[in-house]
Nanobody, 124 residues
Framework: QVQLVESGGGLVQAGGSLRLSCAAS????????MGWFRQGPGKKREFVAA????????YYPDSVKGRFTISRDNAKNTVALQMNSLNPEDTAIYYC?????????????????WGQGTQVTVSS
């Protein structure tokens, strides 16, 4: 089992940047592909970014491509999400997730472990 703790959320103006971090503990971190999801008020949980076990592969939906960057440090058991050019539509609770499935899963049901989430609010 792996435990995940997100940090770095907050309030930012439109056009600004935030960097989210997720610290993992428990099993061998490099055995897990990692993902970030978000859930806005009244919305379904939405895929934001994912990274392969070794970090060589990443995937983003069109809504954040070119603005968000996911990265990981397997030596430090952390995964980060750099978010630039934020807009009010990015306001949500952001969740870090881990999966033992191969590849780079992009749907929530394919992830086994979740953090508690961190709030990101973008003001206009």
């Amino acid at each position: 089992q792996v435990q995940l703790v997100e940090s770095g959320g907050g309030l930012v103006q439109a056009g600004g940047s935030l960097r989210l971090s997720c610290a993992a503990s428990g099993r061998t971190f490099s055995n897990y592909a990692m993902g970030w999801f978000r859930q806005g008020p009244g919305k379904k949980r939405e895929f934001v970014a994912a990274i392969s076990r070794g970090g060589s592969g990443t995937y983003y939906p069109d809504s954040v491509k070119g603005r968000f960057t996911i990265s990981r440090d397997n030596a430090k058991n952390t995964v980060a999400l750099q978010m630039n050019s934020l807009n009010p539509e990015d306001t949500a609770i952001y969740y870090c997730a881990a999966t033992t499935r191969v590849g780079i899963p992009i749907t929530p049901e394919k992830y086994d472990y979740w953090g508690q989430g961190t709030q990101v609010t973008v003001s206009s």
